[in-house]
């Protein structure tokens, strides 16, 4: 078994870590079931062939908070962080057959706040499907930590995370400036009900599925910064 100073080490040089067993498979059915039945006639819930991404995930079903912040999920997050982090974004992701598409390599450079503002070292905005998202100062980026939760088990077949280990230690860094001959490229598998952390730094990409097998992620952002005013977080919920 990897200690929690083992994961700790990981995120640190090399951007993520995976932990499983924070969901039983019947709590991983029971979240998609209660995701299943919701009121999908929100602009939250992207669609194409078939429900595919929910933003702000659990402001739009409430009732998940209960069952994704299980006490061992959050006691292993409080064992990897300390205490006085909070959740700044929701989004689940139904990676399918139906719902099928392909990201290329990337950072998370933007959080999401409740309005356009001209603030100091917040820029550039963008608006997507009426929510507004600004690349913040670089310190914000560098201490917030991401935790994507996996309701099917994935690896390469389906779409499991690519990603450039230590890639989040170089501050931005540019897709078309990725060296390969420096870099390494690993496949983040996850077993069912395990959860990938990981920072918002780090270089990262997802393949279409190839095997008709699909990945339902519940991915949830993290920060223990409050914004400058008048910004404010558009998701601010649950504190560890």
């Known amino acids: 078994m990897i200690s929690i100073d083992q ?4 995120i640190a040089t090399q951007g993520f870590t995976v932990i499983e067993n924070m969901l ?8 998609a079931h209660a995701i299943n039945i919701a009121n999908n006639a929100s602009p939250a819930f992207r669609q194409t062939n078939d429900l595919f991404a ?3 995930l659990l402001r739009e079903i409430p009732g998940l908070q ?18 006085g982090f909070f959740v700044v974004k929701s989004i689940y992701f139904d990676k399918s ?5 392909f990201v290329s390599y ?8 409740n309005k356009k503002m001209n603030v100091p070292g917040f820029g550039p905005w963008t608006l997507k499907q009426g929510y507004y998202a600004v ?21 390469a077949q389906n779409g499991a995370l690519r990603v450039i280990p230590g890639s989040h230690r170089k501050g931005i860094y540019r897709p078309e400036n990725i060296d390969w001959q420096e870099e390494v490229e690993t496949v983040c598998g996850v077993p069912q009900g395990g959860m990938m952390v990981m920072r918002p730094l780090l270089l990262h990409a997802s393949s279409r599925t190839t095997n008709g097998r699909p990945r339902r992620v519940v991915h949830i952002e993290y920060s ?17």
């Open 24 to 31: 039983t498979p019947t709590q991983c059915e029971v979240v």
């Open 135 to 155: 690349q913040p100062p670089l310190a914000i980026l560098e201490n917030n930590f991401t935790v994507r939760i996996h309701l099917d088990d994935t690896d």
């Open 106 to 113: 990337h950072q998370d450079l933007t959080i999401s706040v």
């Open 54 to 56: 929910i933003r702000q």
């Open 224 to 240: 223990a910064q409050q914004l400058p005013a008048p910004l404010q977080w558009s998701e601010q919920l649950t504190t560890l």
């Open 7 to 10: 994961h700790q080490q990981a």
């Open 66 to 83: 209960g069952l994704v912040f299980t006490p061992v999920l959050q006691n292993t997050l409080r064992a990897l962080f300390g205490e």
């Open 97 to 101: 057959g139906t719902s099928n598409w």
